[in-house]
């Protein structure tokens, strides 16, 4: 299984971006898409995760109402729109998977990775 993550940059304060991460190798068929970050020197955090059915989704409470997940089963990619950003949302950006329906926001619930996309927050 590979994730491959995009669409990171650099923004101001306020400003919005939007991630994708495209999973191939193999077809989930019943699944869990994860977003997680990681800014320097601090652990990697969860950030949100949607479930393949009925597209149930969970959220940080540091980016609830700021940040939407999305997925396109039929592609097998997880968006993450992020609006009102803010210097504290600086960080490299993962997707995960992992199979069932459990929205887990643990990172060791998640053994696929990508490569992590960095978003950096700046006036």
Known sequence: VQLQ?????SVQPGGSL???CAASGRNFGSSV???FRQAPGKDRDFVAAIRQSRGITSYADSVKG???ISRDNAKNTVYLQMNSLKPEDTAVYY??????SILYQRVSEYPHWGQGTLVTVSS
Not at 5 to 9: F, L
């Open 95 to 100: 997707c995960a998977a992992r199979e069932g």
């Open 5 to 9: 993550a995009s669409g990171g940059g």
């Open 66 to 68: 700021r940040f939407a």
């Open 18 to 20: 939007g991630l994708s």
């Open 33 to 35: 898409m994860a977003w």
